[in-house]
């Protein structure tokens, strides 16, 4: 929200501080912008401009090994992407925040504030060089602003060792001096958002470092334990827990489609407000047929959901052609507030998945108001979340998890709740391994406690753009190569009802009909982009005519092609072209 209202913020302190006799914006210096805590958090306003729009974050996933689309990313085709492709090396986020760091502290203000807005432009810069980090690996370090004609601009790039320890740094001294007062707006960076964030980086620097050895990276541990503690820390500074207000058949969905940020869970948002015009297009991207991606969750994914009792549905004879109406009874609750299924309405109107936006059947509705209104505009109104309280929990577990501590107690106060919540009642430690999520995620894990987290956290923040990034830290980058598999199809050219009301969905057909059957969608089975596997019945498989090729040099991005020109001294990144 800050970054929307940062425009109205110095618009109201230009007009509200005429006895200052400030400058023309043009005159302003160091010596006269950075005198008050008004001045700082003024400037400070700005760098939230560096987090993501709410369009940002439900794209966030569509590069990913359960979301099938109306086309393949160049990135996970065989020389699709190049270089010339590449972008994200931008560094005036970062010149913003050094500008800041080292001018602030000629503000008359007192020590507490003084090192609150020293912590907060620290979160920021850790901020930006962990996502550049991520995107790139090795890149420049800069704790300093620089001018046109300083030779540091044309450096080499920093080792990622060097430059994550800096991040560290950062956090550390962020989580110790942001003034720790609850946000119930969920706008702005507080002492226990920045130790979700910490959480957030110190587990996907400690995973990665233990699952690529290739990159003979050290410590590892170390950053596990430092997510464990942190994420640990905003657990028992009790400002937040699980939403469980109202209906527990809307306990999840709400936090997505609420106009104001639900405070119990939701730490920061991208914040949305209609009479304010603050919006996102989450309808027109999922509901729209040729402006979104038709974005669909994966058969193969959906299956990972447990029933409600606790048990695991693809321990189930014949799990595989289970007609979709019937596959989606009796699961965990987050799977009717994920996709369209079973009695789901859209103004009083009965709403099975829709083929005209689905190219699977697992229709999302996550982010999606159920009111039209905004299917055709980008005009959506609720607020996204970008960290909850229920990522903390994963992390907490899974960074315990990974060290070898998490115990029995531990679980249950983390994983447990997230599971109680979705109405399943066997919520018990595991003891075995689930051979589904071996053989269709990760064969190399034998730990069941283990594959249980991943299962949760694949579950509870679908969609939310965790997805690529966990793959990456898990050296799993392989996933992106599966097939788009949908719904079980039992015959072709026979009309199916999805949500079990009597009345015909879809028909899976080679060619439309001369007659059609009314609210009946014909999709094409052309044998290229969309087949059946088993011929003439089986599950939908859509786009396997595009290959898709993961390659370990994919790791990481390559650095645009015009920056190595630019700056010869920038090695680019090996295997890129």
Known sequence: MKKKILPLLMLAFCACNKDLNLKPF????????????????LYANSFYNMLPTGNDIIRGDVMSDYVAGKDVNNYIRENAYTAVNSSGWSWG???????????????????????HFEGLARFFRAYFYFEKVKRFGDVPFYNKTLGIGDAELYKPRDKRTLVMDSVLADLNFACANIRDKKDNTASTITRAVALAFKSRVCLFEGTLRKYRADLNLPDAQKWLEEAAGAAEAVRKGGQYGLNMAGDSATWYRNLFISEAANSTEVMLA??????????????????????????????????????????????????????????VQGRDKRLQQTIRMGKYTREGVIAPPDFTYTYTGYQPLKF????????????????????????????????????????????????????????????????TA???????????????VILEIRRERGIELVLEGFRFADLIRWNAG??????????????????????????????????????????????????DQAKLSGGAKGNLIWLDNIDRKWEDYKYVYPIPYNETVLNPALEQNKGWK
């Open 434 to 448: 689930d051979p589904y999520l071996q053989q269709e995620y990760f064969p190399g894990i034998s730990d069941p």
């Open 93 to 115: 986020d970062l010149r913003n925040v050094n500008y800041f760091l080292e001018h602030f502290g000629q503000a008359k203000i007192t020590d507490e504030a003084r090192r």
């Open 368 to 431: 999606t108001l159920d009111s039209k209104a905004t299917d055709g505009v980008a005009e959506n109104w609720n607020s996204i979340p970008m960290i909850r309280y229920a990522e903390v929990l994963l992390n907490e577990a899974e960074a315990k998890a990974e060290l070898g501590k998490l115990s029995v107690d531990d679980w249950n106060k983390t994983i447990k709740p997230l599971r109680q919540r979705a109405g399943i009642q066997k919520t018990d430690w595991p003891l």
């Open 270 to 327: 991208y914040v949305g407000n209609k009479s304010l015009r603050v919006f996102n297009d989450a309808n027109w991207f999922y509901t729209s047929a040729t402006y979104g991606n038709r974005a669909s969750l994966t058969k193969t994914f959906t299956d990972t959901y447990l029933n409600a009792d606790g048990s695991r549905f693809t321990d189930k004879p014949g799990f595989d052609t289970i007609h979709f109406d019937v596959e």
């Open 478 to 527: 392989k996933l992106l190569e599966k097939s788009y598999k949908g719904i079980y199809v039992p015959a072709m050219d026979q009309l199916i009802d999805l949500n079990g009301d009597n009345k015909p969905d879809v028909a899976f057909v080679k060619q439309t009909p001369a007659t059609k059957v009314p609210g009946v969608y014909y999709f094409i089975i052309d044998n």
């Open 26 to 41: 043009d005159k302003l210096s160091p010596g006269n912008a950075f005198n008050t805590e008004a001045d700082l958090q």
